[in-house]
Protein backbone atom coordinates (compact mmCIF):
# COMPACT_ATOMS: atom_id res chain seq x y z
CA UNK A 1 0.00 0.00 0.00
CA UNK A 2 2.88 2.67 1.03
CA UNK A 3 4.62 1.62 -2.51
CA UNK A 4 0.88 2.58 -4.38
CA UNK A 5 0.81 5.69 -2.85
CA UNK A 6 4.92 7.27 -3.14
CA UNK A 7 4.06 5.57 -7.23
CA UNK A 8 1.03 7.94 -7.51
CA UNK A 9 2.82 11.39 -6.22
CA UNK A 10 5.55 10.57 -8.44
CA UNK A 11 3.17 10.46 -11.35
CA UNK A 12 -0.02 12.24 -10.59
CA UNK A 13 1.04 15.96 -11.02
CA UNK A 14 3.18 16.60 -13.49
CA UNK A 15 1.73 19.43 -15.03
CA UNK A 16 0.74 17.70 -18.80
CA UNK A 17 -3.07 18.30 -19.72
CA UNK A 18 -5.01 17.94 -22.86
CA UNK A 19 -7.58 20.89 -22.95
CA UNK A 20 -10.66 21.85 -24.46
CA UNK A 21 -11.04 25.66 -24.65
CA UNK A 22 -13.87 27.57 -25.54
CA UNK A 23 -15.04 30.88 -25.97
CA UNK A 24 -18.18 31.69 -23.91
CA UNK A 25 -19.05 34.35 -26.89
CA UNK A 26 -18.88 31.55 -29.70
CA UNK A 27 -21.34 28.16 -29.45
CA UNK A 28 -19.49 26.87 -32.12
CA UNK A 29 -16.16 27.66 -31.44
CA UNK A 30 -13.70 25.33 -29.59
CA UNK A 31 -9.65 24.99 -29.29
CA UNK A 32 -7.35 21.53 -28.37
CA UNK A 33 -4.47 21.55 -27.09
CA UNK A 34 -1.65 20.60 -24.38
CA UNK A 35 0.19 22.23 -21.53
CA UNK A 36 3.35 20.32 -19.77
CA UNK A 37 3.26 23.47 -17.43
CA UNK A 38 -0.22 22.97 -15.73
CA UNK A 39 -3.85 24.39 -16.87
CA UNK A 40 -3.08 27.69 -14.97
CA UNK A 41 -0.67 28.40 -18.05
CA UNK A 42 -2.99 28.00 -20.61
CA UNK A 43 -6.44 29.03 -18.81
CA UNK A 44 -6.53 32.97 -20.09
CA UNK A 45 -5.84 34.84 -23.75
CA UNK A 46 -4.44 38.56 -23.57
CA UNK A 47 -6.38 38.57 -27.23
CA UNK A 48 -9.58 37.04 -25.52
CA UNK A 49 -11.05 37.67 -22.57
CA UNK A 50 -14.25 35.50 -23.38
CA UNK A 51 -11.81 32.43 -23.57
CA UNK A 52 -11.26 29.86 -20.75
CA UNK A 53 -10.96 26.11 -20.57
CA UNK A 54 -13.92 23.82 -20.86
CA UNK A 55 -12.61 20.91 -19.82
CA UNK A 56 -9.60 19.04 -19.61
CA UNK A 57 -7.50 15.66 -19.39
CA UNK A 58 -4.30 14.95 -16.98
CA UNK A 59 -1.68 12.94 -18.80
CA UNK A 60 0.20 10.96 -16.02
CA UNK A 61 2.03 8.64 -18.48
CA UNK A 62 3.28 9.17 -22.13
CA UNK A 63 4.10 11.51 -24.56
CA UNK A 64 1.54 14.83 -24.04
CA UNK A 65 3.02 16.54 -27.43
CA UNK A 66 2.62 13.25 -29.22
CA UNK A 67 -1.37 12.00 -27.98
CA UNK A 68 -1.92 16.17 -28.96
CA UNK A 69 -0.39 15.28 -32.63
CA UNK A 70 -2.49 12.06 -32.77
CA UNK A 71 -5.34 13.96 -31.49
CA UNK A 72 -5.79 16.71 -33.95
CA UNK A 73 -4.95 14.36 -36.39
CA UNK A 74 -7.41 12.01 -35.68
CA UNK A 75 -10.29 15.15 -35.31
CA UNK A 76 -8.79 16.52 -38.86
CA UNK A 77 -9.00 13.22 -40.97
CA UNK A 78 -11.19 11.02 -39.49
CA UNK A 79 -13.54 13.45 -37.89
CA UNK A 80 -13.49 15.27 -40.91
CA UNK A 81 -13.24 18.69 -38.84
CA UNK A 82 -11.60 21.30 -40.63
CA UNK A 83 -8.91 23.27 -38.79
CA UNK A 84 -9.54 26.64 -38.39
CA UNK A 85 -6.51 28.74 -40.20
CA UNK A 86 -4.50 31.27 -38.94
CA UNK A 87 -5.55 34.57 -40.57
CA UNK A 88 -2.36 36.43 -40.80
CA UNK A 89 0.01 33.19 -41.67
CA UNK A 90 -3.03 30.86 -43.41
CA UNK A 91 -1.07 28.26 -41.46
CA UNK A 92 -3.49 25.69 -39.30
CA UNK A 93 -4.57 26.34 -35.77
CA UNK A 94 -5.62 24.21 -33.38
CA UNK A 95 -9.44 25.76 -33.24
CA UNK A 96 -11.98 24.41 -34.55
CA UNK A 97 -15.79 25.29 -35.71
CA UNK A 98 -17.55 23.17 -33.25
CA UNK A 99 -19.01 23.06 -29.67
CA UNK A 100 -16.79 22.37 -26.91
CA UNK A 101 -19.33 20.34 -25.53
CA UNK A 102 -19.13 18.03 -28.46
CA UNK A 103 -15.45 18.78 -28.74
CA UNK A 104 -14.97 17.22 -25.18
CA UNK A 105 -16.64 13.86 -26.41
CA UNK A 106 -14.45 13.36 -29.15
CA UNK A 107 -11.65 14.26 -27.11
CA UNK A 108 -12.14 11.80 -24.32
CA UNK A 109 -13.34 9.11 -27.06
CA UNK A 110 -10.02 9.11 -28.52
CA UNK A 111 -7.81 9.61 -25.54
CA UNK A 112 -9.94 6.31 -24.43
CA UNK A 113 -9.78 4.24 -27.19
CA UNK A 114 -6.05 4.74 -28.29
CA UNK A 115 -4.26 6.00 -24.72
CA UNK A 116 -6.41 4.84 -21.72
CA UNK A 117 -3.72 3.96 -19.80
CA UNK A 118 -2.40 7.20 -20.10
CA UNK A 119 -5.32 9.05 -17.91
CA UNK A 120 -7.17 8.78 -14.88
CA UNK A 121 -10.61 7.27 -13.73
CA UNK A 122 -13.00 8.15 -11.43
CA UNK A 123 -14.21 5.06 -9.15
CA UNK A 124 -17.40 7.28 -7.51
CA UNK A 125 -20.59 7.29 -9.36
CA UNK A 126 -19.44 6.90 -12.98
CA UNK A 127 -15.82 5.53 -13.23
CA UNK A 128 -15.69 7.43 -16.41
CA UNK A 129 -12.42 9.40 -17.29
CA UNK A 130 -11.75 11.87 -14.91
CA UNK A 131 -11.27 15.49 -15.95
CA UNK A 132 -10.85 19.26 -14.92
CA UNK A 133 -14.22 20.81 -15.74
CA UNK A 134 -15.33 24.24 -15.83
CA UNK A 135 -17.78 26.08 -13.75
CA UNK A 136 -21.15 25.13 -14.26
CA UNK A 137 -22.84 27.72 -15.29
CA UNK A 138 -20.34 27.14 -18.32
CA UNK A 139 -20.64 24.13 -18.53
CA UNK A 140 -24.55 23.94 -19.13
CA UNK A 141 -24.50 26.57 -21.68
CA UNK A 142 -22.08 24.32 -23.92
CA UNK A 143 -24.67 21.52 -23.01
CA UNK A 144 -27.07 22.04 -25.67
CA UNK A 145 -25.95 22.47 -29.24
CA UNK A 146 -29.03 22.19 -31.08
CA UNK A 147 -30.67 25.26 -29.18
CA UNK A 148 -30.72 28.10 -31.79
CA UNK A 149 -31.11 30.72 -29.22
CA UNK A 150 -28.07 29.91 -27.38
CA UNK A 151 -26.22 33.15 -26.67
CA UNK A 152 -22.96 34.46 -24.98
CA UNK A 153 -23.80 34.24 -21.34
CA UNK A 154 -23.25 37.13 -18.87
CA UNK A 155 -20.48 35.87 -16.53
CA UNK A 156 -18.56 37.82 -13.74
CA UNK A 157 -14.71 37.05 -13.29
CA UNK A 158 -13.69 33.98 -11.94
CA UNK A 159 -10.48 34.79 -10.15
CA UNK A 160 -9.02 31.19 -11.13
CA UNK A 161 -5.17 30.57 -10.00
CA UNK A 162 -2.78 27.52 -10.25
CA UNK A 163 -4.90 25.44 -7.52
CA UNK A 164 -8.24 25.77 -9.62
CA UNK A 165 -7.07 23.29 -12.08
CA UNK A 166 -7.15 19.79 -10.76
CA UNK A 167 -9.05 16.41 -12.31
CA UNK A 168 -11.91 15.73 -10.90
CA UNK A 169 -12.72 18.69 -9.66
CA UNK A 170 -16.57 18.93 -10.38
CA UNK A 171 -16.77 15.57 -8.52
CA UNK A 172 -19.62 14.35 -6.30
CA UNK A 173 -18.16 12.27 -3.30
CA UNK A 174 -21.61 12.28 -1.70
CA UNK A 175 -25.40 12.02 -1.85
CA UNK A 176 -27.72 14.39 -0.07
CA UNK A 177 -30.81 12.47 1.29
CA UNK A 178 -32.43 15.16 3.37
CA UNK A 179 -33.21 15.60 7.18
CA UNK A 180 -29.38 15.63 7.65
CA UNK A 181 -28.59 11.87 5.80
CA UNK A 182 -26.20 11.29 3.16
CA UNK A 183 -24.46 8.77 0.83
CA UNK A 184 -20.52 8.56 1.15
CA UNK A 185 -20.19 7.95 -2.27
CA UNK A 186 -16.78 6.17 -1.91
CA UNK A 187 -17.91 4.12 0.69
CA UNK A 188 -21.71 3.53 -0.43
CA UNK A 189 -22.34 4.06 3.34
CA UNK A 190 -25.52 6.41 4.44
CA UNK A 191 -24.63 8.67 7.39
CA UNK A 192 -26.22 11.24 9.53
CA UNK A 193 -23.66 14.47 9.94
CA UNK A 194 -24.35 14.77 13.35
CA UNK A 195 -22.41 11.68 13.06
CA UNK A 196 -19.26 13.26 11.58
CA UNK A 197 -19.14 15.82 14.80
Same mark, same amino acid.
Given at each position: MNYYDEDIEVVIGNGNWIYIGCDVGKFNWS? *?????? !? &????? =????NPDYCIYTAFEIIQGDVHDIEKKLLSHLEFQCRLQRLPHISTNNDSECFRLNSGEMTWLAEQFIENKF !??? *?? @? +?NSLHG??? =?? $??? +?? *?? $??? #?? /?????? #? /?? /? &????? &???????? !?? #???? +? *?? &??? !? @? @???VASGITRHRDDDC
Open positions: K *VGKTTE !G &LHTRH =RSSQ !GSC *VT @Y +EEMS =RY $RCD +ER *VY $RHF #QN /PSNPKS #Q /PI /P &LQPMS &LGRKSYFT !GN #QETH +E *VD &LGS !G @Y @YID
